[in-house]
């Protein structure tokens, strides 16, 4: 039987950067020889580099259009339109379209109103009210749009607290949609398990069906498990690595939140701090240890004196972070806050605003080592073993040049004064035959190793020297080193005390606690696959952020538009309700699309 292509059009009214668009265009849905083709004929945002970014994932151009009517934008931006502003109608939303007709449009209307990250007194104000009221109005928009060919079906996408906190909008939605002919319903969906995401994400969903176009049942789409962080990021390149280029880059911290960040226990959040012993400003039980130096990632107590404030003074180079107790303390914070998701877990909902002080946007990433410097640093070598490569700068810092040797004969019986050092004011053991450190008491603790006397070179050949900025630099040896002459510098261009750094700090755990880059966000959010690269619309981390958070899942849309269009197919083809293994939309958790509610009834 020869396959009969069908095309299924369909259209974005608050379209964001083109998540749902993308996985729309991905569907796949086929009745007997009837073959279903996706294709997305545009899409409407406020947001200009939301629409650009859409075109690029939906393949098509979108429009820039702001929705609001005159006292919605009042409302919203506290005065008047600027001149030349108007309305939009519904004839702009029919060129947003290309002037065809769509099959399917789908409104994820802004949510900030609705969200529980909102505060109820400040949902309330007339800002947040006018923003609501988008909802209400891009779905009149788009029903006068198309009033005379409507489409088949309608979707309506948002946080799950609109069904409280716009209970009086769903029901004018609903009876605004049942006046042109729809039957309506309501429910809950995890796009993670919808998708088969690394998250899961819990959204609201309003599903209409033209009565005389759509006679059949939709069933719901199948729910798959949802996959671990890791299975996603263990695909991806390390954080800050060129290949995945700006969008992978490791966000830059204040100190204080990376140190805070290291004591979240995996899977946990800023309640796991409150298990902290503090002492007069600092952790009774653990100190931040360096791996290179002494101080390295050093912090200073509160009643504390700081040391040398050295050129360059930040927190990978010596003691220039202080334990604050000055830190704000609340319990009406949100549980989420720093927390870090265990790498075999699934992460939380990718949020607009995806910060580590915002939700659970940090993960515990067991591939920390190569992050510290690269393998090889203070590894000891076995006796019978061959050792690495022999370089120029061979020291225990630098690789494995360090040897467990088993001949030492460390035992009972060996002497008790190997290795002894002898105090600079008491006397000498007997002198032996055998003189050596590993014989007896050999050594000494001279303590006049920096009292050099006149004429002594150690005593002028600038040991330890720092050179001024703005003086010029001795003759650069080939032995060059700050213990051996001036060969520090004075750098003035110190870090100010409020600028954020990219820190590597190993956990309890063994991990590196660190904020999810923006392209794994991304990922996570099933925009893109994790070995692919993708580069959205400008240069500010938190503006991509923003929109990726806001879009709707790519694998849970094209899982939605499959069903969709097999239910499509199924009505054009003229045959009878085709069964399915997954259950019907009409249960109360579920959208019914054969199930007339409120007034109308079939």
Known sequence: MKTKHVEIRHF???????????GF????????????????????DVDPAGVRDFQKLSGVPGTVLDMFDRDQYTAFHGGDAPAGWREAMPDDIRRAAGNERPHIVFLSAPCKGFS????????????????????????W????????????????????RIANRGRHLLDQIQSLLQRYGYATAETTHDCGQIGGLAQSRKRFLMVARNVEKVPHFLYEPPVRPLQSVGSVLGRMPMPGDMLGGPMHRVPALMWKTWVRLAFVEAGSDWRSLNKLAVEDGALRDYLVVPEMRNTVLGVRDWDENTGVVAGRSGPLN?????????????????????????WDKTANVVAGSSHVAGGAMSVADPRSHSGFGGKGKYIVTPFDSPSNTVISGSTTGQGAFAVGDPRMNWNENAHSSKLRVTDWDHPQSAITGA?????????????????????DHYLTGGHYGVVPWQESCGAVSASACHDNGRWSVADPRMPRIDEKTIAVIRSMDGTWHRPFTTLELAALQGLIDP????????????????????????????????????????????????????????????????????????
């Open 435 to 455: 003189r050596g450190p590993y014989t007896g008491a050999t050594a000494v603790a001279d303590p006049r190793i920096l009292h050099r006397g006149k004429g």
């Open 12 to 22: 974005h009214l608050f379209c964001g950067l083109g998540g749902g668009a993308a």
């Open 116 to 139: 529980g990250l909102l505060s109820e007194g400040k949902s309330k104000t007339d800002k947040y009210q006018a923003l609501n009221r988008l909802t209400l109005r891009g779905v």
């Open 531 to 602: 070995e692919d690269h993708l580069e959205l619309d400008g240069l500010s981390d938190q503006a991509w952020r923003e929109r990726i958070g806001n879009a709707v899942p790519a694998p849970a849309a094209q899982a939605i538009a499959s069903e969709m269009g097999r239910t499509l197919l199924l009505a054009w083809s003229g045959g009878t309700m085709q069964l399915a293994l997954t259950p019907i939309w009409v249960r109360p958790v579920a959208v019914a699309l054969s199930v007339a509610q409120g007034g109308r009834h079939e």
């Open 141 to 160: 928009l788009m029903l006068e749009a198309f009033a005379d060919d409507l489409p088949e079906l309608v979707i309506f996408e948002n946080v799950p």
């Open 318 to 342: 010596g003691a220039f972070s202080v334990a604050d107790p000055r830190m704000p303390h609340s319990d009406t914070r949100h549980y989420n806050l720093y927390r870090v998701i265990a």
């Open 25 to 44: 265009n991905n569907g796949e849905a086929r009745v007997g020889n009837m073959q279903a083709r996706f294709r997305c004929i545009g899409g409407v």
